[in-house]
């Protein structure tokens, strides 16, 4: 299983990014996918998921500037991030769950900065 993250970069605050996790050897419409990030000396964070049912689910820091959509034909998943903030700079890293497995991406790194 391999999750590849891309799309990370470096941004002015109030800007956009579109981050893509292309999903090899799972099905990402049957795994619950999600986003997590992990800025400097701070915990690994859910910041969005979608689940197999289709439902998802935001941390509240990111509720209506960030939305987790899902391509099923390309089998990938993707975080659309508006009004970026300092405060989201991280690593953010691509994860899949289903039943007792679970995989984690690479990450990959949103520098906001002016």
């Known amino acids: 299983v391999q999750l590849q993250a891309s799309g990370g970069g470096l941004v002015q605050p109030g800007g956009s990014l579109r981050l893509s996790c292309a999903a090899s050897?799972?099905?990402?419409?049957?795994?619950?996918m999600g986003w997590y990030r992990q800025a400097p000396g701070k915990q690994r964070e859910l910041v969005a998921v979608?689940?197999?049912?289709?439902?998802?689910k935001y941390a509240d820091s990111v509720k209506g500037r960030f939305t987790i959509s899902r391509d099923n034909a390309k089998n990938t998943v993707d975080l659309e991030m508006n009004s970026l903030k300092v405060e989201d700079a991280a690593v953010y890293y691509c994860?899949?769950?289903?039943?007792?497995?679970?995989?984690w991406g690479q990450g990959t790194l949103v520098t906001v900065s002016s």
């Open positions: 994860h899949a769950a289903r039943f007792w497995d679970d995989y």
């Open positions: 979608i689940r197999s049912g289709g439902s998802t």
């Open positions: 050897g799972i099905i990402v419409s049957l795994n619950d």
